[in-house]
Nanobody
Framework: QVQLAESGGGLVQAGGSLRLSCAAS????????MAWFRQAPGKEREFVAG????????SYADSVKGRFIISRANAKNAVYLQMNSLKPEDTAVYYC???????????????????WGQGTQVTVAS
């Protein structure tokens, strides 16, 4: 069993930065793909960024490419999302997720992910 807990959300002005953290507990967290998703009010949950078990590969949604950076520290059981140049349209609840079936395939599909955190709110004011 894996448990995920996000932190680091908050209110920020447009153009600002935030760093989200996801703490993982449980067995073999470090063996699998981890990702960040987000869900804005009235919208479906969407893929933001993903990272392979070794951090050798990353993948980003087009909407955040060049602004967000995903990283992981397996020794600390943590995954991070550095968000720069934030826009009001980045406002959402951000979730971290783990795909226990894959180590190097980063999928944007929600159903691939088996474990989810409770989410952290990010609000970007214009």
């Amino acid at each position: 069993q894996v448990q995920l807990a996000e932190s680091g959300g908050g209110l920020v002005q447009a153009g600002g930065s935030l760093r989200l953290s996801c703490a993982a507990s449980g067995r073999a967290y470090s063996d699998y793909v981890m990702a960040w998703f987000r869900q804005a009010p009235g919208k479906e949950r969407e893929f933001v960024a993903g990272i392979t078990w070794s951090a050798e590969k990353t993948s980003y949604a087009d909407s955040v490419k060049g602004r967000f950076i995903i990283s992981r520290a397996n020794a600390k059981n943590a995954v991070y999302l550095q968000m720069n140049s934030l826009k009001p349209e980045d406002t959402a609840v951000y979730y971290c997720a783990l795909d226990r079936s894959h180590r190097v395939l980063i999928s944007p599909i929600i159903r691939f992910y088996d474990y989810w955190g409770q989410g952290t709110q990010v609000t970007v004011a214009s």
